[in-house]
Structure formats: structure tokens, C-alpha cells
């Protein structure tokens, strides 16, 4: 496999539930991203993790738990969401999160999460 | 604090050139970047300004000018296969938490192409 996969591809779960979003890297890369898209909103960024440490969380709330256990898998934890919470989850990654190549990020396909 | 504006939607027709417009509003900037997103996929990285000036790579090409906080993405010989979102993004200067850069995306234009 190449890129950057994402497992599951589509979630539906209740407020009451506790999910995981999966992501795996192939690249090489030393940074990773979890990123929010609503529609018609723009791509919002949730955690950064660099070199598996967390150095980013962007204001999100508690029941959005990340994972990052080496520099290729990145998990996001789910745990008595909202409706509101229903979106496409994207994570991608990029050679690093500081130097030059911060920002050319490599995306996933998505996790599409409906909350019921 | 950032501020992105990009057109909602275009249409353009096969074989034109289509130009897409972004401003910019940062609070430090460090670069600004175009991703394509065709519906129901990932995005993909086309192009990155750091410097003013046109940069091309093939169909595409982007300009920027930073005194102007604007930027356009020029897409030449317009195929069926460019129908798709296009996003900017602004890369700030000043690192956020331990060491990374915050990259601000646009809500996106959607350009759709006709025959």
C-alpha cells in the first residue's frame, strides 16, 4: 500500500458510543494531521503530531481523543459525540511539521461519520 | 488570526482557461498553498507560493503577491477532469504549540467544467 489510508471509510454511530478512526501512513513522513470537513466550511484543523508528540490541539473538545503510537498510525478516539460532530475526518501527513515542507500535506480518503 | 476568501463556485467551458481568486488576511504569512478535491476523495496538493511571481507546473499556475495578500490559480486547456473543488490555503509564519506551522484552508471553489 502507498499514501495515506484511512479505516473505516464510513461510520454511523449513537451519542452513547465509543469509536475509533484509523490512519496509516506510507510515506516516510514525521508529522500527522487529523482534520475536520464540513460542508460548506472549511477544512478545519483538529491535533498535530510531530515525531508522535502532540504538539497542536486546536481547541477541540474532550470527546475528540487522538492517538498517535509511533510516527506511521494515528488514531482518532470517539466518545459520546454530537450530531454536530457528523463530518469527513481527513488525516494526512507531511515530512514534518516545522521546516519547509510544513504544508504540503498528503490526505487520506476520509472517515465519513454520521451521529445519530 | 486568518481570513480566506475564495469564490463558492465557477463554470467554466472544456478547453478554456479558468481562473480561480483567493485574498488573504494573516497575521504572519509563510507561504500559500492550492489543493484540488475532486467530490468524494482527498485532497491533493497542486502548487505552493512563497515568494510574488507566477509559478507554473504543466496546465496549472499560480501567482501570488504578498503586498496584495492575493493569490490566483490559472488552469489552461481546461479538461472534464479539473470539475472539482479547489482550496487555498495560508501557511502562517510563527509556529504554533512546539514547532508547527498552522496551515489555514478557505471554504474552497467549486469549479465545474462543461462541454
Known amino acids: 500500500e502507498t499514501g495515506v489510508t484511512q479505516t473505516p471509510r464510513h461510520l454511523v454511530m449513537g451519542m452513547t458510543n465509543k469509536k475509533s478512526l484509523k490512519c496509516e501512513q506510507h510515506l516516510g513522513h514525521n508529522a500527522m494531521y487529523w482534520y475536520k470537513q464540513s460542508a460548506k466550511k472549511p477544512l478545519e484543523l483538529m491535533f498535530v503530531?510531530?515525531?508522535?508528540?502532540?504538539?497542536e490541539n486546536n481547541s477541540v473538545p474532550s470527546r475528540f481523543s487522538p492517538e498517535c503510537p509511533n510516527s506511521s498510525h494515528l488514531f482518532l478516539h470517539l466518545h459520546t459525540l454530537q450530531p454536530e460532530d457528523s463530518a469527513l475526518y481527513l488525516c494526512a501527513s507531511s515530512q514534518d511539521a516545522g521546516g519547509a515542507a510544513a504544508g504540503e500535506l498528503f490526505f487520506g480518503e476520509g472517515s465519513r461519520l454520521t451521529v445519530l | 488570526g486568518q481570513n480566506i476568501d475564495q469564490p463558492t463556485e465557477m463554470t467554466a467551458t472544456e478547453g478554456a482557461i479558468v481562473q480561480i481568486n483567493c485574498t488573504y488576511q494573516?497575521?504572519?504569512?509563510?507561504?500559500l498553498f492550492w489543493y484540488q478535491q475532486h467530490a468524494g476523495e482527498a485532497p491533493t496538493f497542486l502548487s505552493y507560493n512563497v515568494l510574488d511571481g507566477l509559478e507554473e507546473k504543466g496546465r496549472f499556475s499560480s501567482f501570488l503577491s504578498r503586498s496584495k495578500g492575493y493569490s490566483y490559480l490559472l488552469l489552461k486547456e481546461l479538461q472534464m477532469k479539473d470539475s472539482a473543488s479547489y482550496l487555498c490555503a495560508v501557511r502562517s509564519l510563527w509556529k504554533t504549540g512546539a514547532g508547527s506551522y498552522q496551515l489555514t484552508f478557505g471554504k474552497g471553489t467549486k469549479l465545474s467544467v462543461i462541454p
Open positions: 494573516t497575521s504572519g504569512f509563510n507561504g
Open positions: 503530531y510531530s515525531l508522535e508528540e502532540r504538539v
